[in-house]
């Protein structure tokens, strides 16, 4: 059973940078289509952002609140997927979670939808103060 764990939240001020980790379990990672997404209290759980399979090219996917600032991207060798968050705002403020699509390595129209992944982490909580 696919495992993913997050790692790299923590408090920066508006305007400010970070990058969080999700590493996968298990052998055929680099099969997956891999997504973020991200919760605040009296929220749904929102797509961030989506990274498809393979080694040389991935189809990516974002939130229009987040295109032009966030960056996803994977190294299949390390079983990794990362997520750089530019230009953060105290709107980005939330829990992150990694997700993984263990039966398709697009992430099409739906990658935004919470039921196309069945693996998920904890979450990694990630604040951005004003």
């Known amino acids: 059973q696919v495992q993913v764990v997050e790692s790299g939240g923590g408090f920066v001020q508006a305007g400010g940078s970070l990058r969080l980790s999700c590493t996968a379990s298990?052998?055929?990672?680099?099969?997956?289509?891999m997504g973020w997404f991200r919760q605040t209290p009296g929220k749904e759980r929102e797509g961030v952002s989506c990274?498809?399979?393979?080694?040389?090219?991935?189809?990516?996917y974002y939130a229009d609140s987040v295109k032009g600032r966030f960056t996803i991207s994977r190294d299949n060798a390390k079983n990794t997927l990362y997520l750089q968050m530019n230009s953060l705002k105290p709107e980005d403020t939330g829990m992150y979670y990694c997700?993984?699509?263990?039966?398709?390595?697009?992430?099409?129209?739906?990658?935004?939808?919470?039921?196309?992944?069945?693996?998920w982490g904890q979450g990694t909580q990630v604040t951005v103060s004003s």
């Open positions: 990274i498809g399979l393979g080694w040389r090219a991935s189809t990516e």
């Open positions: 997700a993984a699509d263990v039966g398709s390595g697009l992430c099409g129209s739906r990658w935004h939808d919470r039921s196309k992944y069945a693996v």
């Open positions: 298990g052998p055929n990672f680099y099969g997956y289509a």
